[in-house]
């Protein structure tokens, strides 16, 4: 016999008030993991969706002139010298201090191009990069493997009447085309796609690479600091983060953090009153046990041990259901309440985190009535005998 | 420290208490002794102080005056943990109804004393075991309180009330519960346990204060020795 002994004897023979006692801890750690599993699976659906969005930092050469076009309008006709970046330093991307979140790195060559007397935009790209990079890109044919294969945008395709299989010269040189773009309502239904060294030829623009697109795939990466870093090594570059999609996606995330926070503290603050006036109601309930076991020598400790013994694994418990029910909810819900969400799975660090949040909480809840318990007079209390 | 070395010595103890804002002196400057190995019995009619007599003998109400000498330690000077500890060791305590934890086997309930000492689990089951034997419920270890009769309960306490094999044992009213052929069993066990035992039994039945050696009357808070 073990003062543990009477703890588990208790619970096991007071089973009603252990199953109240646990499900008021279960329903406020249940809440928390079902919120937080959520908010994860969410967090890694918007980082996947940003990294099917394609790039979120763009590298162009520094101009000091305000670019004269609105929403896809060019206003006055004007026409500025585009300047380029050598194509052997655009590897030093890769030696920035947060390299590590640098995903893709899409170089692009651009100029205008003759075709049957009419200037088109040539953008010369690195295909395998390019299509890793843009993957709502969606093509009848194939993607070009060799130099002289283009992909042609799909107002190009139509205003030249060409189609896969067809040949066309490009300041002199013969080109088949392999794929027309279906239109994507972008920049990309105006040109013509093809490999970036053979367009740097015929543009005439040898080693030279017009911008570059960056993908960083990370959550919430230091997106901001990544583009000084990137701009400290190209100091002719300007250098966009593109966070607005990012910045709202994570905004909503945020506001739902906070909300999950306020419904959760909530939650476990009324989980923690359970606890507490059960505890409270227990005690009352035992003021003829505890007078019997302080009358037979228990010490005050002993019987604070007893009472938090039981807390602690009623905490315990608690923590355990109470975590892998929330997991369960948010696995079966999470379809409901995120179109094409996909559960993070078990988190073993929520799982130590529900444990420990369980067990403090049962334990806290649990000290004013163990110290009350103790603090019984053994004669006050065997007056009640 | 008392000039003669009696098991336990009471001096000039008084106890009041509040009731309704009026003050009640339940024991009335009482002045006795007992020695080791007596079978004590203290009589009274009901509200005469036997039991807060018996409580302030067991280190569990503390007197508003005079001293409790037990082995020649003035318990009453003690702290309430070192009382505690007190009580651990000197006294064993057969209560009123029985008041055997309900959620405890009757093995569980006899080794409960042994819960807060460092005697070993194998020890402490045959310490326990026979104790049960001596009191005949050596079969009904694993039943819980309320699948014993009144008498088995009344055993099991006297059981757990000696595990210890404490000097002293402190019995309120052990027979009050039980039918009279019973109440003879159990007196009779505590006849025989008063071989290794000082003990002070607290009754309102003259019949029981035959068993005793020595029986105290208490009235009206005072005592008179026979």
Same mark, same amino acid.
């Given at each position: 016999?073990?003062?543990?002994?009477?703890?588990?004897?208790?619970?096991?023979?007071?089973?009603?008030?252990?199953?109240?006692?646990?499900?008021?801890?279960?329903? %406020?750690?249940?809440?928390?993991?079902?919120?937080?599993?959520?908010?994860?699976?969410?967090?890694?659906?918007?980082?996947?969706?940003?990294?099917?969005?394609?790039?979120?930092?763009?590298?162009?050469?520094?101009?000091?002139?305000?670019?004269?076009?609105?929403?896809?309008?060019?206003?006055?006709?004007?026409?500025? /010298?585009?300047?380029?970046?050598?194509?052997?330093?655009?590897?030093?991307?890769?030696? $920035?201090?947060?390299?590590?979140?640098?995903? $893709?790195?899409?170089?692009?060559?651009?100029?205008?191009? /003759?075709?049957?007397?009419?200037?088109?935009?040539?953008?010369?790209?690195?295909?395998?990069?390019? !299509?890793? #990079?843009? +993957?709502?890109?969606?093509?009848?044919?194939?993607?070009?493997?060799?130099?002289?294969?283009?992909?042609? %945008?799909?107002?190009?395709?139509?205003?030249?009447?060409?189609?896969? %299989?067809?040949?066309?010269?490009?300041?002199?040189?013969?080109?088949?085309?392999?794929?027309?773009?279906?239109?994507?309502?972008?920049?990309?239904?105006?040109?013509? !796609?093809?490999?970036?060294?053979?367009?740097?030829?015929? #543009?005439?623009?040898?080693?030279?690479?017009?911008?570059?697109?960056?993908?960083?795939?990370?959550?919430?990466?230091?997106?901001?600091?990544?583009?000084?870093? $990137?701009?400290?090594?190209?100091?002719?570059?300007?250098?966009?983060?593109?966070?607005?999609?990012?910045?709202?996606?994570?905004?909503?995330?945020?506001?739902?953090?906070?909300? &999950?926070?306020?419904?959760?503290?909530?939650?476990?603050?009324?989980?923690?009153?359970?606890?507490?006036? +059960?505890?409270?109601?227990?005690?009352?309930?035992?003021?003829?046990?505890? =007078? !019997?076991?302080?009358?037979? =020598?228990?010490?005050?400790?002993?019987?604070?041990?007893?009472?938090?013994?039981?807390?602690?694994?009623?905490?315990?418990?608690?923590?355990?259901?109470?975590?892998?029910?929330?997991?369960?909810?948010?696995?079966?819900?999470?379809?409901?309440?995120?179109? %094409?969400?996909?559960?993070?799975?078990?988190?073993?660090?929520?799982?130590?985190?529900?444990?420990?949040?369980?067990?403090?909480?049962?334990?806290?809840?649990?000290?004013?009535?163990?110290?009350?318990?103790?603090?019984?007079?053994?004669?006050?209390?065997?007056?009640?005998? | 420290?008392?000039?003669?070395?009696?098991?336990?010595?009471?001096?000039?103890?008084? /106890?009041?208490?509040?009731?309704?804002?009026?003050?009640?002196?339940?024991?009335?400057?009482?002045?006795?002794?007992?020695?080791?190995?007596?079978?004590?019995?203290?009589?009274?009619?009901? =509200?005469?102080?036997? &039991?807060?007599?018996?409580?302030?003998?067991?280190?569990?109400?503390?007197?508003?005056?005079?001293?409790?000498?037990?082995?020649?330690?003035?318990?009453?000077?003690?702290?309430?943990?070192?009382?505690?500890?007190?009580?651990?060791?000197?006294?064993?305590?057969?209560?009123?109804?029985?008041?055997?934890?309900?959620?405890?086997?009757?093995?569980?309930?006899?080794?409960?004393?042994?819960?807060?000492?460092?005697?070993?689990?194998?020890?402490?089951?045959?310490?326990?075991?026979?104790?049960?034997?001596?009191?005949?419920?050596?079969?009904?270890?694993?039943?819980?309180?309320?699948?014993?009769?009144?008498?088995?309960?009344?055993?099991?306490? $006297?059981?757990?009330?000696?595990?210890?094999?404490?000097?002293?044992?402190?019995?309120?009213?052990?027979?009050?519960?039980?039918?009279?052929?019973?109440?003879?069993?159990?007196?009779?066990?505590?006849?025989?346990?008063?071989?290794?035992?000082?003990?002070?039994?607290?009754?309102?039945?003259?019949?029981?204060?035959?068993?005793?050696?020595?029986?105290?009357?208490?009235?009206?808070?005072?005592?008179?020795?026979?």
């Amino acid at each position: 016999m073990k003062l543990y002994n009477i703890s588990l004897n208790n619970l096991k023979r007071r089973k009603g008030k252990m199953i109240f006692l646990v499900m008021g801890l279960v329903i %406020g750690i249940a809440t928390v993991v079902t919120l937080l599993s959520i908010t994860e699976s969410m967090s890694m659906d918007i980082e996947k969706r940003l990294n099917q969005f394609g790039a979120n930092i763009v590298m162009t050469p520094r101009n000091e002139n305000l670019s004269l076009s609105y929403g896809g309008i060019n206003v006055g006709g004007v026409n500025y /010298k585009v300047r380029e970046f050598d194509e052997k330093k655009i590897n030093d991307i890769r030696k $920035i201090k947060n390299s590590k979140n640098i995903g $893709i790195i899409a170089p692009k060559v651009i100029g205008a191009v /003759k075709v049957k007397g009419r200037d088109v935009l040539l953008m010369g790209v690195d295909f395998e990069q390019e !299509i890793a #990079l843009k +993957t709502w890109w969606q093509f009848d044919g194939y993607l070009p493997k060799q130099a002289n294969e283009v992909l042609l %945008g799909s107002q190009v395709a139509s205003s030249f009447d060409l189609s896969t %299989g067809d040949n066309m010269i490009l300041s002199g040189r013969n080109f088949v085309v392999k794929a027309v773009l279906q239109p994507t309502g972008a920049s990309e239904d105006n040109v013509i !796609i093809a490999d970036l060294h053979e367009s740097q030829k015929v #543009l005439g623009k040898e080693g030279k690479v017009s911008m570059v697109e960056i993908a960083a795939f990370c959550q919430g990466c230091p997106i901001n600091e990544m583009t000084l870093q $990137i701009a400290e090594k190209f100091p002719d570059a300007k250098v966009t983060a593109l966070k607005q999609a990012v910045m709202s996606k994570m905004q909503s995330i945020e506001l739902f953090k906070s909300f &999950s926070l306020g419904i959760s503290v909530l939650v476990i603050f009324i989980g923690s009153l359970l606890v507490f006036v +059960t505890m409270m109601g227990s005690v009352s309930e035992r003021t003829r046990e505890i =007078g !019997i076991f302080r009358a037979i =020598g228990f010490r005050r400790g002993h019987v604070m041990q007893i009472i938090l013994l039981e807390a602690l694994i009623v905490g315990l418990v608690g923590g355990f259901l109470g975590f892998f029910g929330g997991s369960t909810i948010a696995w079966a819900t999470l379809p409901f309440v995120l179109e %094409g969400g996909v559960f993070a799975g078990i988190n073993i660090s929520l799982g130590i985190i529900s444990l420990l949040l369980s067990v403090s909480l049962s334990l806290a809840a649990s000290l004013y009535p163990a110290r009350k318990a103790s603090n019984l007079d053994p004669s006050e209390a065997l007056r009640v005998l | 420290m008392t000039d003669n070395r009696h098991l336990i010595e009471i001096k000039e103890v008084g /106890k009041d208490y509040l009731s309704k804002d009026v003050a009640v002196k339940a024991i009335r400057n009482m002045d006795f002794f007992i020695d080791d190995g007596e079978f004590v019995s203290i009589m009274g009619q009901s =509200g005469s102080g036997k &039991s807060t007599l018996l409580s302030i003998i067991g280190g569990l109400n503390h007197p508003t005056r005079g001293n409790v000498f037990v082995d020649t330690l003035d318990i009453y000077s003690l702290s309430s943990e070192q009382r505690a500890d007190f009580r651990s060791e000197y006294i064993g305590i057969i209560f009123q109804s029985f008041q055997l934890i309900p959620y405890l086997t009757v093995l569980e309930n006899v080794k409960l004393p042994m819960a807060i000492t460092g005697i070993k689990k194998g020890k402490k089951k045959e310490m326990a075991m026979n104790v049960l034997k001596k009191v005949g419920l050596q079969e009904k270890v694993n039943r819980l309180p309320d699948q014993l009769s009144g008498g088995e309960q009344e055993r099991v306490a $006297i059981a757990r009330a000696i595990v210890n094999n404490p000097p002293i044992l402190l019995a309120d009213e052990p027979t009050g519960n039980l039918d009279s052929e019973t109440a003879i069993e159990v007196m009779n066990l505590l006849k025989e346990l008063n071989d290794d035992q000082t003990i002070i039994m607290v009754t309102h039945n003259q019949d029981m204060c035959a068993y005793s050696s020595r029986t105290i009357r208490v009235k009206d808070g005072e005592c008179f020795l026979y």
